[in-house]
């Protein structure tokens, strides 16, 4: 069982959490997570035009004043390094490729932009302004929900486009007119089919942790729908890791882009203590229960849906408040589960990958993976999700 946490800067690992235990730990010899193959990263492309500086406030930035009144109310002052870099390009209208892991202040980064520039604007039914791609549910809602507070204090009209839920429901509100619409492109290409959205007026587009939908078999329906795009318009392109499944989408579609990166290249989780518990199959339950009934949150991962809903039966039968997701729930299921789990109803999220990704939860500090990842980017997805904006937590796998 791998555990990680967050230590200011270093990953140490720690054999004391198995002391007179039955389970033991990782040796020192053997560093963070399991190793997996990792695909080759293409070279980034060469920025033409010289990029603007970073800025380190807010107040620094060309946005409307709403926007930045809006941020302070959120008692936001001072950006992270990925929005720092990128915003000052973003607002001036440049192509982004942006690298960071979840956690890193994404969403700010392109969302920031893509709100300012509508500033004023309204959108004519059907015709969305802004269109961002999402891999996940989990994800867009995550999104929305971020965005939400600045696209209201300018008078800007969301829309969530998903699959899980009524098709027809999400058309109605394309009608009524969106200037942002967040999507994942199986949803978004339905509607297109069924007339009830057309993308041509969109001025800025953004794909957000783009490696992500290339792995799981996206990227066809995502450049489907930039082919619609008008091709004068800004992209936003963002991802966790920057292999030569999002060339395609760089050389194709990004314009003498400003590339900025977070996190090196390897995709290492360097700010949480990572820990490698050995145990017999027999004792996997065990162990899992003994942590889930610990203080505060934890998020475990296994790799099936029957693997989840088994671990959260065996949880709720001796009195854990455990909840499960995964892409055999419903949306409405889904987002009740993580709705109980930021609210503390539930302890112990158990999860497929689903939840890997966008998934923000103040006070996280425990991920287990039961199952240990076998890409190098799950592993950074999963145990990224407690140190998010400098707070810390471990990550531990089995």
Known sequence: MNRTRQTGGRSTRSAGAARGSRF????????????????????????????????????????????TAALGQQGLTTPFPIQAATLPNALAGRDVLGRGRTGSG?????????????????????HPLALVLVPTRELAQQVTDALTPYARALHLRLATVVGGVSIGR??????????????????????????ACRLDEVAVTVLDEADQMADMGFMPQVTELLDQVPARGQRLLFSA????????????????????????????????????????????????????AREGRVIMFLDTKHAVDGLVKHLLSVGVRA?????????????????????????????????????HVEGLDLVVNVDPPGDHKDYLHRGGATPRGGGSGPCRSR
Do not use: C
């Open 106 to 126: 994404k969403t700010l980064a392109f969302g920031l932009p893509v709100l300012a520039r509508l500033d004023g604007m309204r959108a004519q039914p059907k």
């Open 24 to 67: 033991r730990t990782q040796k020192p010899g053997r560093q963070g997570a399991p190793a997996a193959p990792r695909r080759q990263e293409f070279a980034l492309p060469a920025t033409l035009t010289e990029p603007l500086p970073a800025v380190e406030t807010f107040a620094e930035l060309e946005m409307p004043a709403r926007l």
């Open 170 to 195: 999400q058309a109605g509100v394309l009608r009524g007119g969106a200037e942002v619409v967040v999507a994942t492109p199986g949803r978004l290409k339905d509607l297109i089919e069924r007339g």
């Open 323 to 359: 909840g499960a997701l995964h892409g055999g729930k419903s949306q409405p299921q889904r987002n009740r589960t993580l709705a109980q789990f930021k609210n503390g109803h539930v302890t112990a999220l158990v999860a497929t990958n689903v939840a890997a990704r966008g998934i």
């Open 241 to 292: 890791t920057l292999d030569r499944n999002i060339d395609l989408l760089v050389r194709r579609y990004l314009h003498d882009p400003v590339v900025h990166s977070v996190d090196p290249s390897a995709g290492a989780v360097t700010t949480m203590e990572h820990h490698l518990l050995h145990v017999r199959d027999t004792d996997k339950h065990t162990a899992a229960t003994e942590i889930a």
